[in-house]
């Protein structure tokens, strides 16, 4: 989302390395050429105005001396004042002291606000709550179905007016579900509320009458941030007419410019609690301003990848293979399993997207394509357990078995079986260098 501002940030920035000090032109210098970056990517005026003038304030009066040189503080400063437009802290969801706490959303049609329910329910699931889905967009066809259909996929239930019954009044319906949530201990209420295609006083007044009717814990406002400037348009109607309490941004994973999304928390005061980036559920997580402000300055958002990766992989195998890279007795199994686990977290390409300098790799990570994983994996399930276990028995007819049998080329066996050794080498190497259990205990 964020590629380009994130390009032009980083080469403003790196123009400043190797300067032993930086005079007040060098200063107004980089401050014109962020200000130009942060209008190129769509980010609001008024919020570009303070972002510089900030930026500008704290670079000319910053302290030489100390130690970071003179482009390290400027970096230092421009990522606080990243992070400070973006909210500061990471807010949390504010729920009841006695359950059922409400959470309502709000939006334009194809915000994504449906399949944020959806998103939303399966990731307070996993929390351990107990989320009930409630379905008050009555006057789109099939919304209702649609988000049952999310409910269904991420396994929660959805009230919605029973077929049959008419239209159905979203107020009264809003009104029961919390009956409903209160009968069958559900903890959590979320209330998809109607959206239009463009802001209308109807719709207004219908989220307004359903806040009034509930008393939300929280209203979350909920904007396709490939929309650009309309974006602070519409949040600031949403402010006026309805009112919300937090903002999620989905679509960013979308590849406009996004200035959009880094406006709506300074414009409207209120602090963006999530980030969507993609159609299937598990593509969502909470918004931590820091994160996002080194993803955008090419510092990587490791914190991220390492909660990924502490997900998807299983702490105890993750330990024995720990051990085993140590002591250079890792097998193709363990390969297979590790690639699974990685697998799990997502497309590699997004994975290394978190890295640090990833922006600059950018064209290489285009080209990575999760089906060399995938083909990786096929010829691993093509042998049997003792050539897994020992590599060293593939001889040149059990290759071409392997091969045949798993639908690729010799050569890609060959390739794998000797790359599979030279990495087991080198993690070895690397274990002694950092210390791993069982690191230097022989093996090759
Ligand atoms: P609603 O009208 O606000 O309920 O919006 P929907 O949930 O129906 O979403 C509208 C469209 O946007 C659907 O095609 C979704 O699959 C898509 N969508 C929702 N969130 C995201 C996202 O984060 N990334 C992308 N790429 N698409 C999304």
Redo the contacts with the bound molecule.
């Keep these: 989302m964020f590629d380009t501002l994130s390009d032009r940030l980083t080469s403003v920035l790196q123009n400043l390395r190797g300067r032993g000090r930086l005079s007040e032109a060098d200063v107004d210098a980089t401050a014109r050429e962020i200000r130009i970056a942060l209008l190129e990517a769509d980010v609001a005026l008024p919020v570009v105005r303070t972002f510089i003038a900030n930026v500008k304030e704290r670079a000319k009066g910053a302290e030489v001396s100390g130690a970071l040189n003179p482009a390290q503080q400027v970096v230092k400063i421009v990522n606080e004042e990243l992070v400070k437009i973006l909210g500061g802290e990471t807010r949390r969801l504010n729920l009841a002291k006695t359950p059922p706490s409400v959470i309502m959303l709000a939006?334009?049609?194809?915000?994504?606000?449906?399949?944020?329910a959806g998103k939303l329910a399966r990731w307070l699931t996993s929390q351990g709550h107990t989320p009930l889905l409630v379905a008050c967009?009555l006057q789109?066809p099939n919304?209702v179905n649609?988000l049952q259909v999310v409910g269904e996929r991420a396994g929660v239930p959805t009230y919605a007016p029973e077929p049959g019954n008419g239209v159905g009044d979203p107020v009264d319906v809003a009104r029961r579900s919390i009956d409903e949530a209160k009968r069958a201990q559900h903890d959590i209420v979320i209330v998809?509320t109607a959206?239009r295609l463009g802001v209308d006083e109807e719709m207004m007044r219908q989220a307004a009458d359903i806040r009034e009717a509930v008393q939300p814990d929280e209203v979350l406002f909920?904007v396709d941030a490939m929309i650009g400037q309309d974006a602070v348009t519409t949040a600031e109607a949403f402010r006026d007419g309805v009112g919300f309490t937090g903002v999620v941004l989905?679509?960013?994973?979308?590849d406009a410019r996004g200035g959009a999304a880094l406006s709506v928390r300074e414009v409207t005061g209120q602090p963006i609690l999530f980030a969507?980036?993609?159609?299937k559920l598990e593509?969502f997580d909470a918004f931590h301003p820091d994160r996002m402000a080194s993803r955008i300055l090419g510092m990587g958002d490791v914190l991220t990848l390492i909660e990924q990766a502490e997900q998807a992989f299983d702490k105890d195998q993750a330990e024995a293979t720990a051990a085993k890279i140590g002591t250079g007795e890792l097998t193709l199994e363990d390969f297979l399993e590790q690639m699974l686990a990685v697998r799990k977290m997502g497309p590699i390409a997004n994975l290394l997207g978190m890295l640090p300098g990833a922006g600059q790799m950018k064209d290489q990570l285009a080209q990575v394509d999760d089906k060399h994983l995938d083909r990786l994996q096929a010829i691993i399930r093509g042998m049997t357990p003792a050539e897994r276990d020992n590599p060293k028995i593939i001889n040149a007819s059990r290759r071409a078995r392997i091969a045949r049998g798993s639908g690729v080329a010799i050569r890609e066996v060959n390739d794998l079986v000797n790359r599979f050794y030279e990495a087991r080498k080198m993690m070895q190497q690397m274990a002694g260098r950092f210390g791993f259990p069982g690191a230097n205990r022989g093996g090759s």
């Design positions: 939006g334009l049609q194809g915000s994504g606000k449906t399949t944020l967009d789109r919304a649609q998809d959206g909920v989905t679509k960013l994973d979308g969507s980036n993609g159609e593509d």
